[in-house]
């Protein structure tokens, strides 16, 4: 069973950037379909930036030019990096994998991830 960590969250002003790490423990497979999805309160979760096995990725319009998602494979882990930041930003950023497709090529998808991290809190003011 594959486990997830997120870390890297934080307060930060408009403008800033912050860099979120996902690391993950467990059968990992560099070819899962990984994604990094967001809530805000009293809204419901979005995928905000996704990566295939393959290295595609997929990012919400609203995060376009401003994130880049990437990953170590050889370090089981995933990064979004953000920049430019703003406040509608702030939100609980969870990264997700798509254990069920152990082959993921191509655009991946923003459905269908079924092992979640815990979340980390990112604060735009």
């Known amino acids: 069973q594959v486990q997830l960590v997120e870390s890297g969250g934080g307060s930060v002003q408009a403008g800033g950037s912050l860099r979120l790490s996902c690391a993950a423990s467990g059968y990992t497979y560099s070819s899962y379909c990984m994604g990094w999805f967001r809530q805000a309160p009293g809204k419901e979760r979005e995928g905000v930036a996704a990566?295939?096995?393959?290295?595609?990725?997929r990012y919400a319009d609203s995060v376009k030019g401003r994130f880049t998602v990437s990953k170590d494979n050889a370090k089981n882990t995933l990064y979004l990096q953000m920049n430019s930041l703003k406040p509608e930003d702030t939100a609980m950023y969870y990264c997700?994998?798509?254990?069920?497709?152990?082959?993921?090529?191509?655009?991946?998808?923003?459905?269908?991830?079924?092992?979640w991290g815990q979340g980390t809190q990112v604060t735009v003011s």
């Open positions: 997700a994998a798509y254990t069920r497709l152990r082959l993921c090529r191509g655009v991946p998808p923003w459905s269908g991830y079924d092992v």
């Open positions: 990566i295939a096995g393959d290295g595609i990725t």
